[in-house]
């Protein structure tokens, strides 16, 4: 059986079935494909996947196939000067020892010149979190003060905070950074992170599935804050819960819903999105 060139592509959909595409670059050839119609009108049931993957491959293989019969061999693929490959450790994406406490797991990455970018950026973060924390511990591993005998400096790796839902518990903020020490507590433990509601986003506009006459039902969770959470739908009270437990929200009605949550530092968080 022949064997296909290489060939590393990607699909897209947009909006109503208007555009469904596939672009492919190979050892020789770029590929693009695209489907739709020209005045922009949707075709439903076009996906890039079903309709655009598997021309851009039939493409690709004449292209290929011409060149073999023509004795033309696919170009060697050096790699060019200055590219390398390092281990690198999430979530900070830098090259670190396995061993080191804050890598959380090892992936490999491509270098340029010796240089790691940063897998990871911070710049979504709610205010008040980071990816490193900055902490002072003391003998038994516990958070102190800087100025409390024995206190020793450590950064501790963080994931980002929007993955806090889907993270598993060691890996969460609240378990990795140590616990605070009774006898020389830190002085200044620092903002808290910004509450926000994930599993809904404000504005969005949501559609019971089709051939559905049941409630929608919703996972929502929260980012940052702190303590107890006291979750209410249209300003009125619905739960209360711990920070690590999730909340299942079942809406039968159509129109606008306002959710909310509030922590015990009086942080809230609101989003209204509305169901059709």
């Not at 490959?85 to 994406?93: D, E, F, M, Y």
């Not at 620092?190 to 019971?208: A, E, F, Q, T």
């Amino acid at each position: 059986m022949a064997q296909r060139q290489a060939l590393a592509w990607k699909t897209g959909t947009s909006y109503g079935f208007r555009d469904a595409w596939a672009i492919g670059v190979g050892p020789r050839f770029l590929v693009g494909v695209w489907i739709g119609r020209p005045d922009g009108t949707p075709v439903p049931g076009q996906f890039g996947l079903a309709s655009a993957a598997p021309l851009l491959l039939q493409v690709h293989d004449l292209l290929s196939n011409r060149d073999a019969q023509r004795g033309i061999n696919p170009p060697a693929d050096p790699i060019p000067p200055g590219v390398g490959v390092a281990a690198i450790c999430w979530p900070l994406g830098q090259p670190l020892s396995r061993q080191d406490p804050n890598c959380r797991r090892q992936r490999f990455a491509w270098t340029l010149e010796g240089t790691t970018p940063p897998t990871l950026l911070a710049a979504d973060q709610p205010a008040g979190t980071g990816l490193v924390e900055k902490v002072f511990v003391n003998a038994a591993g516990l958070r102190v003060a800087a100025g409390c005998p024995g206190a020793q400096p450590r950064d501790i790796a963080l994931w980002p905070a929007p993955l806090e839902p889907w993270l598993p518990n060691a890996e969460r903020r609240a378990a990795r950074l140590p616990a605070a020490s009774v006898e020389c507590p830190p002085r200044n433990p620092g903002p808290l992170p910004g509450l926000s509601i994930v599993g809904v986003r404000n504005g969005d506009h949501l559609r019971r599935p089709a051939n559905s006459e049941g409630p929608l039902r919703l996972a929502l969770s929260v980012i940052g804050g702190a303590g107890h959470r006291w979750w209410f739908v249209d300003g009125a009270p619905w739960v209360d819960n711990d920070s690590d437990r999730p909340v299942s929200l079942s809406l039968e009605k159509t129109g606008r819903v306002e959710v909310s949550v509030l922590d015990e530092a009086g942080q809230t968080a609101r989003v209204e999105f509305e169901i059709f």
